[in-house]
């Protein structure tokens, strides 16, 4: 079993940064991908930015070259360093674990955080 806890959320005006972190717990989190999903209100979750194991990042469009994701493996935490922020970044943010070989995609979730909120205005 591996538990999720996100923090670093919070309000930000527009062009401002923020840093999220992940902190996992359990054996079994070294052999999930991992990464961050968000929700706006009315909206459908969205995968935002995924890191493999050897380290490969991908981002969705909206947030490339804005955000940047990384992990320290030793700790078992999970960041997301967000910048340029847009009142459109507003949303809960959601850290996931899901398996290496499955597509960035919430169905394939096996693990999620309880979510931290960015509202940016």
């Known amino acids: 079993h591996v538990q999720l806890v996100e923090s670093g959320g919070g309000a930000v005006q527009a062009g401002g940064s923020l840093r999220l972190s992940c902190a996992a717990s359990g054996s079994a989190y070294s052999i999930y991908c991992k990464g961050w999903f968000r929700q706006a209100p009315g909206k459908e979750r969205e995968g935002v930015a995924r890191?493999?194991?050897?380290?490969?990042?991908t981002y969705t469009d909206s947030v490339k070259g804005r955000f940047s994701i990384s992990k320290d493996d030793a700790k078992k935490t999970l960041y997301l360093q967000m910048g340029s922020l847009k009142p459109e970044d507003t949303a809960m943010y959601y850290c996931?674990?899901?398996?290496?070989?499955?597509?960035?995609?919430?169905?394939?979730?096996?693990?999620w955080g309880q979510g931290t909120q960015v509202t940016v205005s």
């Open positions: 890191i493999d194991n050897d380290g490969t990042t």
């Open positions: 996931a674990a899901v398996p290496c070989s499955d597509r960035w995609r919430t169905t394939a979730v096996v693990y």
